[in-house]
């Protein structure tokens, strides 16, 4: 029995990967919101449970789900035009190793294109991502500067105050940590997803999904990883997006000498806990998702 050949179709991989980011992002915003309010805490180390109650008994529970209403333009958009450009890069980037191809077998070196393809990717999504990421962060700290009453009125309130240029000038604190994560994420899943493909004797079932047991476990394994690695970029980040430039002059020097004098190099683990366990989870969501549509559409990166 032969092995039927791969349609190719990223559309539906972007499209089905971003629908399910946006029903996991939906469920898991809570945690995204305690890791915010954790990571802008100066006082003192806040563990999740504690990032609950102050969040919870201060001011009550709705105020976990402040900024709700960025997740489709925070979540859908970004990671559907992430798994589009992947693929397609993928697909563009076996074509030029295929002399490397040995009695008709994909090259293992294949296995090191998501080094580069998803950082490539990344900065695709990116763009769409930042705008309304910055957006979320401060109406999750629910603080009567940062008081949007919508999406809309947050970004033009935000762009006359401080310019339309702030909702991007943490770009570049973006792509460190987005890249490093996905990175990191992307290999360390086709990695798992190789080992766990080649064990099967039949090589026909090479291009099958993942048992959804399989998939799961190789899904939390490398977004742990991936999300304990960029946790301190994660905390700058947050810290940075809460300036308001129109009062205070944005400098990540400042900000990171400013943390390690007052709270000490414990800083820049803040919130960790918390957003292992939301990505791991989150992810959950999509990544199986993504690859049930990928082994029917996608591209098998090496035999």
């Known amino acids: 029995m032969t092995e039927k050949p791969q349609q190719f179709n990223p559309i539906l991989i972007a499209f089905y990967s971003g629908l399910a980011s946006l029903v996991g992002d939906m469920v898991m915003f809570p945690f995204d919101t305690i890791g915010t309010r954790i990571k802008a805490h100066k006082s003192k180390f806040l563990g999740m449970k504690q990032g609950y109650d102050l969040i919870v008994k201060n001011e009550g529970f709705r105020y976990l789900f402040k900024g709700f209403s960025t997740t489709v333009m925070g979540s859908f958009i970004p990671y559907g035009s992430y798994f589009l450009a992947y693929e397609y890069m993928n697909y563009y980037a076996i074509k030029l190793t295929k002399g490397l191809e040995k009695d008709g077998e994909k090259s293992k070196l294949n296995l090191l294109i998501p080094l580069i393809t998803s950082p490539l990717a990344e900065a695709v999504s990116v763009i769409t991502y930042i705008?309304?990421?910055?957006?979320?962060?401060?109406?999750?700290?629910?603080?009567?500067?940062?008081?949007?009453?919508?999406?809309?009125?947050?970004?033009?309130?935000?762009?006359?105050?401080?310019?339309?240029?702030?909702?991007?000038?943490a770009s570049h604190l973006y792509m460190a940590s987005v890249v490093v994560y996905t990175t990191f994420q992307m290999w360390f899943y086709e990695l798992l997803r190789y080992q766990i493909l080649r064990q099967r004797s039949d090589h026909t079932l090479h291009n099958q999904p993942l048992a959804i047991h399989q998939s799961i476990i190789a899904t939390m394994i490398s977004t742990a990883l991936a999300a304990a690695i960029v946790n301190p970029v994660d905390f700058i980040i947050t810290r940075y997006q809460l300036v308001d430039s129109s009062q205070q002059q944005l400098s990540v020097k400042v900000l990171v000498q400013e943390a390690w004098r007052q709270e000490g190099k414990k800083a820049f683990l803040k919130g960790l806990g918390t957003r292992v366990f939301q990505c791991s989870i989150f992810s959950i969501f999509y990544f199986p998702v993504y690859d049930h549509f990928k082994s029917k559409y996608g591209i098998t990166l090496a035999d």
């Open 131 to 169: 705008p309304f990421d910055t957006l979320r962060t401060r109406m999750q700290m629910n603080v009567p500067e940062y008081n949007y009453k919508g999406i809309y009125s947050g970004l033009i309130e935000i762009s006359k105050k401080e310019g339309w240029i702030r909702l991007f000038q």
